[in-house]
């Protein structure tokens, strides 16, 4: 056995079940060991930000890392902005990335570079297997890494010959970092502070956003008068149905900061103090009132689920009847007539079928979406948590395949969409269940408001630099070319319409609504 | 005057004249005085891997550095795999990435990375300007540090309060090192040993393949009956019409290795002794004989037409005529019947009209380009140095840009013309004169090729690995998507025809060619 099979065989042990990937060369011997191994589906991407991002959407879903197999250097750097997505996610992923063989790097050939140094500002475990022999050992140690609770990003670069090169020794899974228990004092002191804060708040971020941990809050806050909030942006919101309803933190940093202004005590779940997304001249870039008292409650290598439940008992909080703290808006009727953000969140929020995957990268056409499904069935939300624009297709792809008995909605912002817009191409070749809404303004409209806010004066060249027409993008066409079915609507009507049809039907379907 | 217009002014100083962009928020103030600062183009690419590969494009053929602009590290991460590429054919850019403010960075927003960091691996020189009086200083020192001989990747790193912050003070050009001189004794000792040597050879690379240091190179050939060859990649080689032909190493290592195999003599002009693209189990990775004798004639920061001329009065080469290593093959004429790599290149060469520049990114598909178009009129031929596909849509645009009266010819095969698909949305914004040839094989077929070398199995999962039907990719179809007409040709005849329509039309054409 090769070292190639050996990594292929320590991940499978591992748990991990998929490989997104775009190979080359050096990483042939893997590609061949893929037949040998039973237990891993190889998944191609056409370019890598396509791979990492499928990465991402899997491991959200499935709480279990998939693999990457990325080709040198600038394989990988093409996926690090996923990556970084990934990582404020909370995501595991095995990151394999190909290297020359180890005598060959130091001759400078054209592919050459530093492959550790492009891994590790995204990395939160970084290694270079340098023999056959140590390639199994390292894959399990990668495994358990990515493991660690929340989720971490391991990236394991694999010169060509450690991957040709016999013997190959594949590893048992290792034990990945459980996490922890929040201590009894910080418990304690925390239910204090609840009990006599004047107006406490719970922020919660990272797994504190399933479903049972969102119900604990809210009883929490019931108990004792807290608001609760979450994060802006968060890897996975479990809502709709059942679920309780929490306010989101505002994405503008003066709404945020307005938001929170006279809590007195925040008390941190799985996440940080808030800070703005961006400085903005004569700003404050934390937007926690200065009075306001911060306690975490659960550190991100803690059990926040666990944290919840042990504050619910102490604070005496019964048992919750299913259903307690869910939305109490009524569902959207089928809208009609014109197309915009709002008519457009109540199409999707009338027309989403239970168990829906909802990745968000709807920008400000999408702006609506969220607090206009929160009485739609049961679904999941998984936001853009890193900022870096091109997440959304390719999210999508992973958490189809991590979930395939459900269906998956993409809100998808033009702009975005086009950072990567290859992802049609494999949604179509898996035949995966992915309605991509495309949210057509024709702009970087996000950037007219941030332009604005900032201080800088508008221009006839930032106009041209946020306007996406001329030429008009056409995403009917665009989906053509890489064999998905699509339509482009005008109205609100034709989109709940076009909404239906595309979830009734199997596989991946595009819908251009032009707002 | 603040930090960004004193950046601005300081790039239009040092002769930066374009500006290849994907701006966000903390950019703004550099989008807004863009209005302020005559003298600068912004151009729009709808991801950065684009907007980097527009820079090498346009540096390539300008002999000057483009900026870029760039949002955080993910905004470079995802340019990062075109610098690679520009690094390798030594090219000069300014490339200026936006950061948070000083005093927000340490807040870990969502954006938060380490951009030096992401910056290095890639570039030259790094530099973050932190107060706004710094910037303008700091950007004359990039453009200088760009513009050294024979060209550099300078990042420089752009905190959102240095761009906002006044003063700027904007700074004038500084003095780019100059190309030194190959001294007296190089020049010597080499004249001597291709007196001498039984079977010498010159490899030229870099700026030693522009028409005069060919021509030189070519006679000095003649003169002692040396071999002229290239390397097999390269930044820029000026051929046809009355330029000399040289020999091209080839690509597969075992084929260049037998090509230099008797050599007693290689003297190296810009370039380094010859290695593998990749290392495959058994084989040596350096190509050259072990009896080969090497010397270096210029090194990369050195002057090497000047060596080349100096040398060639040192061996007393007399006047050149005009033409005397030109291409002794006929012009092939417009082929018939059945496309295939051959006739696809017999329609190029054709066809090809005076001044065009070829952008080849053909892979396989590509193959017979190069040599077939021998005798085509005079031409520039630009490749993919660094091995990071996704190079040829982006490179046409920047070519096209920095030379707009020249027809421009991408040679683009299919699997890596996704990579960066996008590139067609700015060649159709900006009417570029860009003839896109796609070379629709429908697969990575370089990869069937490169598993055999490796000595791996051939394997079902790696046949679906390198496939690319299923669906089938309709460029036409993409590029309608992106305002690009478009057409597919399935024989010669086809294709020489819609090459001729191509290039007699203004703006950017599509022609996806069936292999």
């Known amino acids: 056995m090769n070292g190639a099979e050996s990594l292929l065989r320590s991940l499978v042990?591992?748990?991990?079940?998929?490989?997104?990937?775009?190979?080359?060369?050096?990483?042939?011997?893997?590609?061949?060991?893929?037949?040998?191994?039973?237990?891993?589906?190889?998944?191609?991407?056409?370019?890598?930000?396509?791979?990492t991002g499928a990465a991402d959407g899997y491991g959200r879903m499935a709480d279990a890392p998939a693999s990457t197999l990325l080709h040198l250097g600038p394989g990988l750097a093409n996926g690090l902005a996923n990556l970084h997505n990934a990582r404020r996610a909370h995501t595991p992923i095995v990151n394999v990335v190909g290297d020359h063989a180890v005598d060959h790097a130091h001759l400078d050939a054209p592919l050459t570079s530093d492959v550790e140094a492009v891994a590790a500002p995204f990395s939160h475990w970084v290694r270079t297997s340098k023999t056959s022999r140590a390639v199994g050992r390292d894959a399990a140690e990668a495994v358990a890494a990515a493991r660690a609770h929340p989720g971490r990003i391991a990236s394991l670069i694999l010169p060509a010959d450690a991957s040709w090169n016999e013997p190959g020794v594949p590893a048992k899974a290792l034990p990945a970092p459980a996490p922890t228990s929040a201590p009894d004092e910080t418990l304690e002191e925390i239910a204090t502070r609840l009990r006599a804060s004047e107006r406490p708040a719970l922020l919660l971020g990272g797994k504190a956003l399933r479903a049972r941990a969102l119900e604990l809050a809210a009883a929490i806050g019931r108990a004792t008068g807290a608001r609760v909030l979450c994060d802006t942006f968060y890897g996975r919101l479990e809502r709709g149905g059942d679920r309780a309803v929490i306010e989101r933190l505002p994405y503008f940093p003066e709404q945020a900061a307005e938001a929170i202004a006279d809590v007195t005590d925040l008390v941190l779940v799985h996440t940080k103090a808030p800070v703005g997304f961006f400085a903005y001249p004569d700003k404050p870039s934390r937007l926690t009132a200065p009075a306001t008292r911060i306690a975490t409650l659960a550190e991100l290598e803690e059990d926040a689920e666990g944290a919840l439940e042990a504050l619910a008992d102490r604070l005496g909080v019964g048992p919750i009847e299913p259903g307690a703290f869910r939305s109490t808006d009524p569902l959207p009727a089928l809208p009609d007539g014109e197309l915009n953000p709002v008519s457009l969140a109540q199409a999707v929020a009338a027309t989403m079928p239970e168990n829906t995957i909802v990745v968000d990268e709807g920008a400000t056409g999408g702006f609506f979406a969220l607090p206009i499904t929160a009485s739609a069935p049961q679904h999941d939300w998984l936001a853009l948590t890193g900022g870096a624009i091109g997440f959304g297709m390719p999210c999508a792809i992973g958490a189809a395949i991590a979930c395939p008995d459900r269906p998956v909605l993409d809100l998808q912002a033009d702009g975005s969409a086009m950072y990567t817009v290859q992802a049609l191409w494999t949604q179509a070749r898996e035949s995966l269940d992915v309605t991509t809404l495309i949210l057509a303004n024709r702009s970087y409209a996000i950037l007219r408001a941030e332009l604005d806010r900032t201080g800088a004066a508008p221009s006839r060249e930032a106009e041209r630099l946020f306007d996406l027409t001329g030429p008009e993008l056409d995403f009917v066409s665009l989906a053509k070319g890489m064999g998905v079915p699509a339509e482009r609507v005008t109205d609100a009507g034709a989109l709940g319409k076009a909404l239906g049809r595309a979830y009734a039907e199997p596989g991946p379907k595009l819908i251009e609504a032009v707002l």
Chains 1, 2 share one sequence.
């Open 13 to 51: 042990s591992g748990g991990v079940e998929v490989c997104f990937t775009n190979p080359g060369t050096s990483e042939m011997h893997f590609v061949a060991a893929l037949d040998r191994v039973p237990g891993m589906r190889a998944v191609l991407g056409l370019q890598e930000n396509v791979v």
